[in-house]
Nanobody
Framework: HVQLVESGGGSVQTGESLTLTCSVSETTDPIGNLAWFRQAVGKEREGIAAIDSAGFQMYAESVKGRFTISGDIARSALTTAVLQMGSLTPDDTAIYYC?????????????????????WGQGTQVTVS
């Protein structure tokens, strides 16, 4: 069982920055992967950034160069994932979700797939105007 708490959403202007934080508030097993997804109105959920407990990061093309994911790692387990978002545009408007997967061994080709993550946060709204 994993509980995730997201924070940092809000409303900003085009070109501004915003930072989202995902904290693992409860888990019975070590977290090997954390990722951020987003879903805009009328669009499919999109995996945008992921990090594993070795510190490896992966990004969707839509955010590469603008977003950075980082994590706190203790004893080969992730406890926090921070998503720093820059150069925001209205296309970044969405609900942002944090997702977690316990243990290790997830193939890097699957890091941005929603089906790789059994545990999800409640989501936080990001609005760019």
């Amino acid at each position: 069982h994993v509980q995730l708490v997201e924070s940092g959403g809000g409303s900003v202007q085009t070109g501004e920055s915003l930072t989202l934080t995902c904290s693992v508030s409860e888990t019975t097993d070590p977290i090997g992967n954390l990722a951020w997804f987003r879903q805009a109105v009328g669009k499919e959920r999109e995996g945008i950034a992921a990090i594993d407990s070795a510190g490896f990061q992966m990004y969707a093309e839509s955010v590469k160069g603008r977003f950075t994911i980082s994590g706190d790692i203790a004893r080969s387990a992730l406890t926090t994932a921070v998503l720093q978002m820059g150069s925001l545009t209205p296309d970044d408007t969405a609900i942002y979700y944090c997702a977690a997967r316990t243990y290790w061994g997830l193939a890097r080709t699957n890091l941005l797939r929603g089906t790789s993550y059994p545990d999800w946060g409640q989501g936080t709204q990001v609005t760019v105007s």
